[in-house]
């Protein structure tokens, strides 16, 4: 039987010792990699070992000719690791796609905001639908920035609407964009220039009615710029506008210093007038061939108010005549004596008076009496005013009670959907008001600014007029005050003018027979028209008492004076005794009182047309 075996044990041998025990213990799962160093061996002397060249990456990208060893390349290569590579690509990575994500966000909210403020527009301001979409914006833009209320502060910047009414102007008249078939009155040959004014009007008569009518905005709108700009000066360095006063030049030897924050005045020799003349736009609507009757009236009444502004009242006055001119001359065949184009006094047997020359005789006589001529201006009033209760009564239309199959649930909401993705149909045309004028529930309104203004030109008056009543005598405490007949003329005016004024707009807003046939854009400018017409005549009721008043108390005070200089001294007064109140010390309490009531009118008026709360806060004018 053998001895039991001991198994030998095989012990390593020195070297194989000394090369796993000499260097830091490292965990088998990870293997030391050669084209990685810790930083042990960064800040510690290298180990010494074989330089393989095809283990070090910097020498495999660039050749050492280009990138030694010693460069600043390769010390960034040996010193980034490949997990800190890796981190910086996938950040750079994750930077570069976030951006974009951001800024194709960005990009597209800004178009759903430009989307959505064109849509809003578009439905505030109709345009016509013949017209390019970039015309379309400009003439969005024109009335948004013309808006008041579309600013933070409530001004308007008038060069910048100025630019938007240029810029439509310019694509409506050129034929290879929206003027089309536009040629002018002679001919495609050749065009009329009128001295100072230029180019006249084209023949627009082949296009429609939007844009016939979308082409006189935009001429009435440019006027109105034109008139704001006149005198201003742009800067042709910076293309900025001011104002003439703070140019500096010659013809301003001492400007005016700019506001603090405003750009710095500009020389003279480098400006140029900012915008055209008001005439050239004005002519220009003059001389077309294609406005109805009305748009060329408005703008020969807007071109007369400019002149007579500007202190031209003779060339103010050929202008209404020539708008009264245009309004006869749309009457039908064979009327004659309507109107005496020498004096403006409608004829008292009169019967075919349109709203054209109710319009043009009223301008002119608000041109008289603006320029003194009070016996010229009275008897035209009192023809308008005539003429006005002269006319026939509108027949009312029968309304249907029958539910129609528009306010369907099913329907309206079809309705709104179609609304809100297609364009809004522009305005139906507005009337010519060439025909015969009628009594509309909105004509005490009228009759009620005639009335305010005959009662301010009798109360103006020096001389007693036929159609004042007797005179009186008022009397108060210690004086006696003696209105003239002018005076209690024009009071009397003003009174009923007031009157009527506040019953009408009473009754638009209360719910009655005579105004359920009106549609809520007639019945909103019947309303803005009474507010107008109270407001006018509660001014000039409380300006003419007022006047009054003062006269009562310097006669009072010079009465008092008289008697006190007497030897008996028999009319001083005693101390502490209370003066008795005049007779229009009183009656300017009444007015007040009544201005009080006239502006809550005003202002349930104002919040029933605007539908918001608050909304007709008071009227904004005088009284009170």
Known sequence: MYPPRISAVRRPSALITFLYTSGPRRNPSHPR????????????????????????????????????????????????????????????WLAAKWTTYIWVGVALLATMGFGLNTMRLERRYPAPPEWSWVSRLNYWYAHWNEDPSSTSNGLVDWAVVGNCYMRLLLSLENP??????????????????????????????????????????????AARVAEHLDGCLVDTTRHIVFPPEVIIGPSNPRPKPVPFGAESPPLEENCKPAFEAPEKFYMKILTTHGFSTRQRLDAAIAYADWLSFKGLPSSAEEMYDWGLDIAMGALPVGVDNVVDTRTGIINDNATFITPNLLTATTALACHHAQNNNLSTALPIFLSILRSRRNLPTLPESPISSSPSSSSLPSSSLSQTIRSFIGAPPFPPPPSTEDLPAVRTPAAPCEEAGVMAHIGEILFASTSPSPTAPSSSLFRSGNSTTKASESHQAGLSWTREAVALAEETLSSIGAPSSTVTSMTAESKSEARDRCIECLEVGMRNWNRMVELLRQTEDSNRKKGEETKAEGWLLVGRRKMGEEVEEGRWAREAKLVEERGKKVRALIGEQRLTASGEAGAGGGSGFFIG
């Open 33 to 92: 990699l050669f084209t990685q160093n810790s930083q042990l061996l960064l800040i510690s002397r290298p180990a010494f070992r074989p330089e393989l060249p095809f283990l070090h990456r910097a020498s495999a990208i660039r050749p050492p000719s280009v990138h030694p060893r010693n460069s600043f390349p390769a010390q960034i290569a040996r010193l980034i690791t490949t997990e800190q590579k890796r981190y910086i690509i996938d950040q750079t």
């Open 176 to 221: 290879k964009e929206d003027g089309q078939s536009l040629h002018s009155q002679l001919g495609d040959e050749e065009d009329i220039y009128v001295e100072g004014i230029g180019k006249t009007g084209f023949d627009i008569t082949s296009k429609s009615e939007p844009w016939r009518r979308g082409y006189h905005i935009c001429l009435m709108g």
